[in-house]
């Protein structure tokens, strides 16, 4: 056998491992009760996650790779996510946690005996160890939606995690100057790569101006004590009409006390970091914050130009600092931490123009539709990405600290509906170049 599938078996093995660690800390720090319970009715009980882990990981690993019959056919439909709204999902017959461990663990021990006898090519599901490498992702991207549930619950302090290292040397200018010009967009050879971040097209963006790091809290706050939530003149219709039905005048998990601004973080109320990239902010109020700023959220494109271009070579790297995987050197990812960095951290992780921070931290609201690129096929399954294609949904890039490497390039793309708060959201602001002679940042 070639040392090529050794690897790729080696790489799959390791990304299967590491999710199912996190995903056994997140469940086992919690109480029965508390894993059976919903905590909000925008997310699925903590059991249901880790039932549906193990549910797609039969899917697609047991029965479409291997084409074995389905050990529980019963319970498909209990964890279908399209079937069910998380809302509804408590009054479901769930398997219990037990119940749910022994499932998830049974499935992972064949998944390993396949592994190890299967052939990683020959089809698309099994090229690069594809089908694998999802599953891997998948488990992460529900570790990542249990870190949320972690989030909304309350009681005291279940998780714990350093926090991050301060930033080293002087901070950035305030913004980059991302050069006019043609650039590669997605890609066509990353073997890991969801359908819709392919294929790899070219894309021409103009100048454009976009923030070095992240708006941090400090910033944020500016536009609030200037009346930035009461100014119907900063939102989209949609947006000012939720944040008036809902009373809205901050972040989500910010409340003030006396002359303070305090935030819930997993348990624990403390004073709201001036230096941290805000969290926990929708679409419509990184938008809002934007035009208050004289400036705009940035496209996709853009986006995906200023993390991924590098002009001295012309070409589009993996990440911002290059084709290596992540370090701890990079970026904020995979739970390490449990909240952002301070704006300006990870110099060695910063693109070729300066920018900082567009991996790890806080995923970024971008001003797109979440829409199919040139070319696109949807793979291995349409409720994957194309049935959310649309305006309803905006694209969000970049990863935040609760993101594992595995799920997380420079190609991928998140999207969610612009009204969505408790997700590790974030935003950077961009603006159009200015002829030479007119006025700087507004």
């Excluded at 991924?308 to 990812?333: C, E, F, I, Q």
Aim: aromatic fraction near 10%.
């Amino acid at each position: 056998m070639t040392a090529e599938p050794e690897l790729l078996r080696e790489r799959a093995a390791a990304a299967l491992t590491a999710a199912r660690v996190r995903t056994a800390g997140l469940t086992d720090a919690v109480t029965e009760a508390e894993l059976t319970a919903q905590h909000s009715p925008l997310m699925s009980p903590l059991v249901w996650d880790l039932a549906h882990i193990g549910n797609m990981e039969e899917l697609w690993l047991l029965r479409n790779v291997a084409g074995r019959e389905s050990m529980h056919p019963e319970i498909d439909p209990l964890y279908d996510a399209f079937e069910h709204p998380r809302a509804e999902r408590p009054k479901l017959p769930l398997l219990s946690p037990d119940e749910a461990r022994r499932y998830a663990a049974e499935v992972r021990g064949r998944v390993f005996d396949l592994l190890d006898r299967t052939p990683l090519e020959g089809t698309a599901l099994l090229d690069g160890g594809y089908a694998f490498g999802m599953i891997a992702q998948h488990e992460q991207q529900h570790d990542e939606t249990m870190l949320i549930t972690h989030q909304l619950r309350q009681g005291a302090p279940v998780l714990a995690a350093p926090d991050p290292d301060p930033p080293q040397g002087p901070l950035p200018a305030a913004e980059v100057l991302v050069p006019a010009g043609p650039f590669t967009m997605g890609t066509s050879a990353e073997p890991w790569s969801l359908d819709n971040e392919r294929p790899a097209h070219v894309r021409e963006v103009e100048e454009f101006w976009i923030d070095t790091v992240p708006v941090t809290n400090a910033a944020y706050q500016e536009f609030m004590a200037d009346g930035g939530y009461r100014e119907e003149r900063w939102w989209e219709a949609a947006g000012w009409a939720e944040i008036r039905r809902h009373g809205i005048g901050a972040p989500l998990f910010w409340r003030r006390e006396g002359g303070t601004w305090l935030r819930r973080r997993f348990g624990v109320t403390e004073p709201v970091p001036g230096d941290e990239p805000v969290l926990h902010v929708s679409w419509y109020e990184a938008d809002a914050y934007a035009r208050w700023a004289g400036r705009r959220l940035p496209t996709e494109a853009e986006w995906e130009k200023a993390a991924r271009h590098d002009p001295a070579a012309g070409r589009s790297t993996r990440y911002p600092w290059g084709d290596a995987d992540p370090t701890p050197a990079h970026a904020n990812l995979g739970q390490r931490h449990l909240r952002p960095a301070r704006a300006g951290a990870y110099p060695d992780g910063a693109s070729p123009l300066g920018v900082r921070q567009l991996i790890g931290d806080v995923w970024e609201w971008t001003a797109s539709d979440f829409l199919p690129y040139p070319g696109f096929r949807a793979f291995p399954y349409r409720e994957y990405s194309e049935v959310f294609f649309g305006p309803e949904h905006k694209v969000l890039r970049g990863g935040s600290f609760a993101v594992d490497p595995v799920a997380c390039r420079g190609t991928f793309r998140n999207w969610d509906l612009p009204v969505r708060r408790q997700i590790f959201s974030g935003f950077r602001t961009a603006r159009g170049a200015v002829p030479a002679g007119s006025a700087g940042q507004a």
